[in-house]
């Protein structure tokens, strides 16, 4: 069974399906209310992010490290954010978006 990689106005799905046929019948019945943009068949069976595609080719747990920071800040986002910047060298942007993340996972 063929590998797709659907991309629709919200999400961008990967799943198996006989055909185009069947993979858009997979979007309409999770996401009615989304399009479909773009629509590619896999040429292999399996499915590969690159960790350096998002930046992740550093050693450390960011999670950690965030949940580190806020509990040295005392919840103090802010703070949160220089202490991460500082302990990694991340930019102000990046800095930002690990704490924000971690605090609405449940720090």
């Known amino acids: 069974m063929p590998l797709y990689e659907i991309e629709t106005t919200s999400h961008i799905i990967i799943t198996w399906a006989d055909d185009e046929q ?16 773009r629509m590619t068949r896999r040429p292999r069976d399996t499915w590969v992010i690159s960790k350096g595609v998002l930046g992740l080719t550093t050693k450390m747990d960011i999670c950690t ?12 986002k802010v703070h949160a954010i220089r202490l991460y910047m500082h302990e990694t060298g991340s930019d102000l942007e990046k800095a930002r978006k690990v704490i924000e993340s971690n605090m609405v ?3």
Not at 32 to 37: A, E, F, G, R
């Open 22 to 37: 069947a993979a858009r019948a997979v979007v309409s019945d999770a996401y009615p209310s989304d399009d479909v943009v």
């Open 105 to 107: 996972m449940g720090w």
């Open 65 to 76: 490290i965030a949940r580190d920071c806020l509990s040295k800040s005392s919840g103090d």
